[in-house]
């Protein structure tokens, strides 16, 4: 791993230890962010495949009846039967929160004419066709629902991943490295100064039991019985004795 440039101080040491304790209960946040964004997504695509299935058999029998219709009454009769719907469905859209994401609440207020148009001019095929469009309605707007929930869901867990796997495999590792040799650095000083600090406490003990001794040296004596102290004139003199 990467260890920071940073020169081996205390206040380093201290900002790279809660930056790594910062980075710690980051990861633990995202941890469990990521396992509730998990569960959550797995049943919401759960429900999201089953509706998916169930929806597209009814877009399969509503089509079908269509067809059926067109064949009977006619291309141009299926038409003037359409517009007699004059009614629409009102769509509101709602977010609620799941882990900081916002998940869609769809609902649909109205309900459609179940049968709009005169009997008369009309066949059962058409009535099949559109008792299973009005059926699809009472599905679609869950499924609308359930497909952007998994979307919103499935990208947020993408960037809680990412952001997982940065602090547990990169930022984490570089700041304990950085300070266990910013430790390592200081600890090596103060071993050093404790040497420094002990080798001159030494030598001032030593000092102390041993001092410094100054030699004097006695004058040697000349021949005769002179020393050379007379000849300085510190010695006595026999010719001024009398």
Do not use: C
Not at 18 to 33: S, T, V
Not at 180 to 196: G, L, T, V
Request: hydrophobic content about 40%; glycine content about 6%.
């Amino acid at each position: 791993m990467a260890r920071i440039n940073l020169p081996p101080t205390r206040s380093n040491y201290l900002k790279i230890k809660a930056d790594l304790a910062f980075a710690r209960e980051g990861y633990n946040i995202l941890d469990q962010k990521r396992e509730v964004l998990t569960n959550e997504l797995m049943h919401l695509a759960h429900d999201a495949g089953v509706l998916q299935e169930k929806v597209g058999k009814i877009f399969s029998e509503s089509y079908q009846a269509l067809e059926d219709a067109r064949l009977t009454m006619g291309q141009e009769r299926v038409e003037w039967a359409a517009l007699a719907v004059n009614q629409t469905i009102e769509i509101k859209i709602k977010n609620r929160g799941v882990m900081g994401v916002a998940i869609p609440v769809v609902t649909a207020h109205g309900e459609l004419t179940e049968m709009p148009y005169s009997f008369g001019d009309t066949m059962a095929t058409l009535d099949a066709a559109s008792n299973a469009f009005r059926e699809v309605l009472q599905w679609i707007t869950q499924l609308a629902e359930i497909e952007a929930s998994v979307w919103r869901l499935a990208h947020e867990l993408l960037k809680t991943q990412r952001r997982v796997n940065a602090l547990q495999y990169i930022f984490i590792p570089n700041y304990q490295e950085t300070m266990d040799f910013i430790q390592s650095a200081i600890e090596e000083r103060e071993r050093e100064e404790i040497f420094r600090l002990k080798l001159l406490k030494s030598k001032k003990k030593e000092s102390v039991a041993h001092p410094t001794r100054h030699e004097y040296h006695q004058p040697h004596a000349e021949k005769g019985g002179k020393s050379t102290m007379g000849n300085l004139g510190f010695g006595s003199n026999p010719s001024t004795e009398h």
